[in-house]
């Protein structure tokens, strides 16, 4: 029988797969063995709310790899939630759901004080080869309680998360708040995700964001980090840009983008919301400029496919995981709160590598 048809007969309950097909499906799918004898399939992941604006091409493979990443994501999140609650020193973080209502500014501006997030030191700091900018924001937002992760696959590059599929995502709890960002977009987007999602925090809102801002809500929060990374007075400065051609607002796109080490698409959509840029125009530069990272990004990859050896393992997986939650795995393990085999679950690592990743992060 072709692969194909037994797949569908497996599928359909028309063959019982023997008990090593099961384990292969079960690692394929990344799902327990278990799930395999139930009754019927399992809920879907709890998403929270799903903020996205979904594209056309969206696939069913798409829908089980997002799936999956949030039930891992959700997981992971519980077991630090369990480990804080049992410390006598973990209590609600009070800014969790603290928004209520008000404008866009007032947000901006009690995320700014809240992390002390310093624009200009943010801005010093930054190297888009280090991504030394996000790390000063991410430490800003780790010092309050958030822990924030970079994830863009389910562990090997076959399972890619495109950011068309998936930007970020924000579990707003008050003992263990989880930021993660898709870290397959542009290292210039990752500040503005990250107070996106901080955003969503703020408001007490667990969802999912997607890169197209249809919903109320993704537009509020995009409001908000655009505000922060760019503030209005800088943006009024700009007006000239009204009557420029598009090849103008390009050139003087890309000057703001690198004098201030954000994002391309983040200046025209600032432009764009302060009413400098038409929706045409903002559309024509936003896909320039998608275009250019992309075969940025494609030049990246196969400069790195020729190049032998690559960045440590270790150092790569601590920039993934960051620090708040590298720290607490390793906190916890001295102090026998935490076995090994379940730090790997929290730190998504195999038991075998955990003391190498948190001895090489002390």
Wanted: proline content about 6%; overall charge neutral.
């Amino acid at each position: 029988m072709p692969g194909a048809a037994r797949l569908a007969s497996l599928e359909a309950g028309e063959t019982d797969p023997s008990r090593p097909l099961l384990l292969k499906m079960a690692t394929h799918y990344r799902r327990p063995l278990l799930t395999f004898y139930m009754a019927a399939p399992p809920r879907t992941a709890a998403r929270g709310e799903d903020f996205r604006t979904l594209p056309d091409e969206y696939a069913q493979r798409d829908a089980a790899f997002v799936d999956a990443l949030l039930r891992e994501v959700r997981a992971r999140q519980e077991m630090v939630r369990s480990l804080l609650e049992s410390e006598d020193e973990a209590p609600p973080l009070s800014f969790v759901g603290s928004f209520r209502g008000g404008d866009i500014d007032e947000l901006a501006a009690d995320i700014v004080n809240r992390l002390k997030f310093n624009l200009q030191q943010f801005r010093r700091g930054n190297d888009p080869r280090l991504g030394r900018g996000f790390n000063y924001l991410r430490e800003q937002a780790e010092a309050t309680g958030v822990f924030v992760l970079l994830i863009g696959n389910l562990g090997s590059h076959h399972s890619t998360l495109n950011v068309e599929l998936f930007r970020g995502f924000a579990i707003a709890d008050p003992i263990a708040p989880f930021v993660v960002i898709n870290d397959q977009d542009s290292e210039a987007a990752w500040c503005f995700t990250l107070l996106h999602e901080l955003a969503h925090i703020w408001l007490g809102q667990t969802g999912i964001s997607g890169s197209r801002p249809g919903h109320v809500m993704e537009v509020f929060c995009n409001d908000v980090a655009s505000r922060i990374l760019l503030p209005p007075d800088e943006v009024t400065r700009e007006h000239a840009l009204a009557a420029a051609t598009p090849e103008e607002v390009i050139a003087r796109i890309t000057e703001i983008a690198a004098e201030r080490q954000v994002s391309h698409s983040m200046v025209a959509y600032r432009l764009y919301r302060a009413g400098i840029l038409s929706h045409p125009i903002w559309s024509s530069v936003t896909g320039y400029f998608r275009q250019q990272w992309l075969r940025s990004r494609n030049a990246a990859r196969e400069r790195a496919r020729e190049n032998e050896g690559g960045p440590n393992y270790y150092v790569v997986r601590r920039h993934r995981l960051g620090g708040r939650l590298v720290g607490l795995s390793r906190r916890m393990l001295a102090e026998g709160a935490l076995s090994p085999s379940k730090a790997a679950a929290i730190l998504g690592v195999k038991p075998n590598n955990v003391y190498p990743l948190i001895s090489s992060a002390a």
